[in-house]
């Protein structure tokens, strides 16, 4: 009688354990989607940010204009050294 | 000549019983296979060795100073103390029987009252509690040192892949019934005459089938302390298994163009994601199931320190140092539960059996899972990956990836895996939490 009553404990909290953990996970899933949904949506906010980065062009371009200059001052260079000899 | 005689009657050679000797065996036996097997030899270093400790006779280090009175203190002390406890003792009978009674008065039913004068004429005579003792009793009857190991384990994990594919969560939940058919398990084999647990035991056991060390030693400390030692070796001896115990259920399971699946690639994952997502588990938590909230709420803690980029330090410090620390006072707390009296049973050997038991059902569950999934979805799973839905992070997802090399060598799981290992995790963690709430 008493091991009955302990079969229907172990049952009923098997039931209810995976039940729960599925309830839940599921729960989790729809929450998580949806974050990542909304998220997605607010995406466009980093955009504008690297638009932002974008829209001083002069200094990106003059930085670039340095490093051509010194690749081919560096390449001047060596031709010279190399006719030199 | 009597001082000889009492030299030796003081000796461990003199009072080594039977049962300490097996488990100084077992002991050794945990750090061979930790050792030389390299079987999670992190924990089981420190919990063998604990073992060994435990069982030294006359040491004492793993009982308390009433224990240690009751087993070693002069016949007027044994019956100052039964006078404490509201008995008196059989002045026929010999001291030996006396310390016998006495054990059994102090286990059984006492008012905490009594037990307490009791222990206070113990600690007055000279007598202490042993050190393993005080560590178990502050780092497990608390609770806090699984927490923090827990904790530790959020900072260590990337829930990058989870999120990036949230239905693999799925397979973490269907992993869980491992523990829950073990429970069944365990209550049949009572029903049935086998093995004696109760409800209560029979929840700590099927916790193992979560394949989470922090998690069973957690539960089983708050609803079967006494089966905590048998419990956590299991635990962590079949987590070191889970790369033998797994393939072979794996492959049964599926056929060899199911394991050739391969996956879309996981879409990047941005930062903000990562931030936000510990802290809606933490609200999902508190507003649904309050009683996961220990384990689950140190989890995303440890988590939110690691996504969230402004204390490295912190993050650092839990996933390293403090985790050791922790490990270290946690394994020899779990030796000091391998006495011969709680270990050496019927029962431990039930335990061990139920929970490879455990680790197979769970396996094949998360595994017809991803078939069922595989079935409704429109994006290819490859079944195996279900497998990894037993937590054991990461060994369970190296599995889930070795597997599908054998079938294809240019199809790599391991990303895709660690989905599922790791809402393994905290479904292990609700699964804790559900028992725990309705036993506890």
Known sequence: MQNQELLQDGLALMALGMGVVFVFLTLLVISVTLMSKLIGRFQPVPVPVEAGRKSPPPPAASTEKDEIMAVISAAVHRYRSTRRR | ?440
């Open chain 2, 1 to 440: 000549m009597d001082k000889l005689v009492t030299l030796w009657e003081g000796s461990g050679l003199y009072n080594l019983e039977l049962g300490q000797a097996v488990m100084i065996l077992v002991g050794l036996l945990l750090l061979y296979l930790a050792i030389y097997k390299k079987f999670e030899p992190l924990l089981l270093v420190p919990i063998g060795f604990g073992g060994i400790l435990a069982n030294i006779p006359e040491a004492g280090l793993a009982i308390s100073a009433l224990d240690q009175a009751i087993e070693v203190a002069k016949p007027a002390v044994l019956q100052q103390m039964a006078a404490a406890l509201g008995a008196s003792l059989d002045p026929l009978a010999n001291a030996e029987a006396w310390r016998e009674s006495l054990q059994m008065m102090a286990h059984d039913g006492v008012a905490p009252d009594q037990l307490r004068a009791a222990r206070d004429i113990a600690v007055g005579v000279g007598y202490s509690d042993g050190m393993l003792y005080n560590f178990y009793k502050v780092a497990i009857g608390s609770g806090i040192a699984p927490l923090i190991i827990f904790m530790g384990v959020g900072a260590m994990t990337d829930f990058g892949p989870l999120l990036a594919n949230p239905r693999t969560l799925f397979l973490g939940a269907a992993a869980q019934f491992g523990i829950f058919a073990t429970l069944f398990g365990a209550v049949v084999l009572t029903s049935m005459g086998v093995m004696d647990f109760s409800l209560n035991q029979a929840a700590a056991i099927g916790i193992i089938g979560g394949a989470d060390g922090p998690t069973s030693i957690y539960v089983s400390s708050v609803l079967a302390p006494e089966l905590l030692g048998a419990i956590a070796v299991a635990a962590y001896a079949y987590m070191a298994l889970v790369p033998l115990i797994q393939p072979p259920i794996m492959r049964l399971l599926t056929t060899e163009k199911e394991r050739q699946i391969k996956m879309t690639q996981l879409r990047p994952v941005s930062k903000l994601e990562k931030v936000v997502f510990p802290l809606m588990l933490l609200i999902l938590v508190a507003l649904f199931l309050p009683d996961a909230a220990p384990l689950l709420g140190m989890f995303c803690f440890g988590n939110l320190m690691r996504e969230c980029g402004v204390v490295e330090r912190l993050s650092d410090t839990a996933q390293n140092s403090l985790i050791n620390i922790v490990t270290i006072i946690l394994g020899l707390s779990v030796g000091s539960k391998l006495m011969a009296d709680s270990f050496l049973t019927f029962e431990t050997l039930g335990i061990l059996g139920l929970g490879i038991v455990a680790f197979g059902i769970g396996t094949a569950a998360g595994v017809l899972m991803a078939k069922l999934m595989n079935l409704v979805s429109k994006m290819p799973i490859n079944p195996l990956i279900g497998a990894a839905g037993v937590s054991a992070v990461p060994m369970a997802a190296r599995v889930a990836n070795k597997v599908g090399l054998e079938a294809n060598p240019h199809n790599f799981l391991l990303m895709h895996a660690m989905g599922p290992n790791v809402a393994g995790v905290i479904g292990s963690a609700v699964a804790a939490g559900v028992m725990i709430k309705y036993l506890g």
